[in-house]
């Protein structure tokens, strides 16, 4: 049992919720625990200089917290390297899962604000951020600017860890800063690969461990891709 009550394999309460911003062409709320992170999707009818005369599209991500989103206040406005290590996880990854040639000349951004922080933030960026581009690239092709959804797969992440010996999946603020191996895993809808970050805080990990604690990302993964799709099923009339 763990400091919250959870089993090794629970993970926090999800909750997903599309359209929070009526301004953006789309947006996600997540909850997962007391973690919320709310993402905005802008469609740009421009792409990036140095996509200039290319025949694709971009998908790009900005991360940041609202300062009393952690324990302490932080500088409005201040991004640390963690931020930009952070929101350049969260672009690959969205990356990795839309065919970039089938949305040529436009960028898509993604804002990603975290509100309340308490473990697991970059994670639920990337899983929230899957529906707001959904719902985005959903009014382009509405709007006639893309031809059809240019989705490869979906994908989502979570992480897992090593607390006290024992391997348990979603770590809230309290396991992340006490774990000895910590990791994060970007998984697709098809189960393929996209990301993983492990590290051994003073503590090393064999191979045994990394399967252990994939084999939880892949579990979590499986049930955030789930509500994800039935977040972006197009409801009957």
Request: glycine share 10%; aromatic share 4%.
């Amino acid at each position: 049992m763990r400091h919250d009550g959870r089993k090794t394999k629970q993970m926090r309460d999800v909750k997903l919720k599309r359209g929070v911003n009526p301004f953006a062409e789309g947006s996600c709320l997540i909850e997962m625990g007391a973690t919320k992170v709310q993402v905005s999707a802008t469609v740009d009818p421009k792409v990036p200089p140095w996509m200039k005369g290319s025949d694709k599209g971009w998908v790009t991500a900005e991360y940041g917290m609202l300062p009393r989103a952690n324990r302490e206040r932080s500088k409005r406005g201040r991004k640390s390297g963690r931020d930009y290590e952070i929101q350049r996880l969260i672009g690959r990854s969205l990356r990795a899962v839309v065919d970039l040639k089938l949305m040529p000349g436009i960028q898509i951004i993604l804002d990603c604000d975290v509100l309340l922080a308490d473990g697991g933030t970059r994670c639920a960026s990337i899983t929230a951020a899957y529906v707001a581009l959904h719902e985005a690239l959903k009014q382009c092709v509405k709007n006639g600017d893309i031809k059809r959804m240019p989705f490869k797969d979906s994908v989502a992440a979570i992480s897992a860890g090593i607390v006290d010996g024992k391997a348990v999946l979603d770590l809230d603020y309290v396991e992340d800063s006490g774990a000895d191996v910590d990791a994060n895993f970007v998984i697709t809808g098809k189960g393929r690969l996209v990301e993983i970050q492990m590290t051994g805080e003073e503590a090393t990990f064999s191979e045994d461990d990394l399967n252990e604690l994939l084999g939880l990302g892949r579990f979590g993964a499986r049930k955030l891709t789930a509500m994800q799709k039935d977040m972006t099923r197009e409801k009957k009339k």
